[in-house]
């Protein structure tokens, strides 16, 4: 994750649930917000519903790798949260990415350039 910090601080999780812009699918609930920065901030939630904490490292190892090898489609410069929901565990990759994409584009995260060329495909 090259243009990306961890968000980590509970008032930031806050500020965005309470603030910030969200989408939702089976497998995801995201939030965002626009900040003045030049790098991102992302932070990954999963809750004790999702099962032990084997599962639980799971889900935020997918949803890390997913949104590194789609970071450079992303615009830079917005605090995201990225709340895992149970299908996440069991879901294909490929569904999983899809999905992720599907809501970063809704929430227009997406790069202008990029998400034309991805929807003509």
Known sequence: MKHTIALKQNHEFRRLYNKGRSAVSPY??????????????LGITTGV???NAVKRN?????????YR????????GYDIVVVA???VIYGRYHDLE????Q??????????QEGAKSESK
């Open 103 to 112: 809501l970063m584009r809704k929430l227009e995260l997406v790069r202008p």
């Open 58 to 66: 799971r889900a935020r190892r997918r949803i890390r790798e997913l």
């Open 98 to 101: 899809r999905s992720f994409l």
């Open 28 to 41: 995801f609930a995201i939030y965002c917000r626009k900040t003045n920065r030049p790098i991102s901030r």
């Open 49 to 51: 519903k999702l099962g």
């Open 85 to 87: 929901r149970a299908r």
């Open 69 to 76: 090898t789609n970071e450079a489609r992303l615009m830079p």
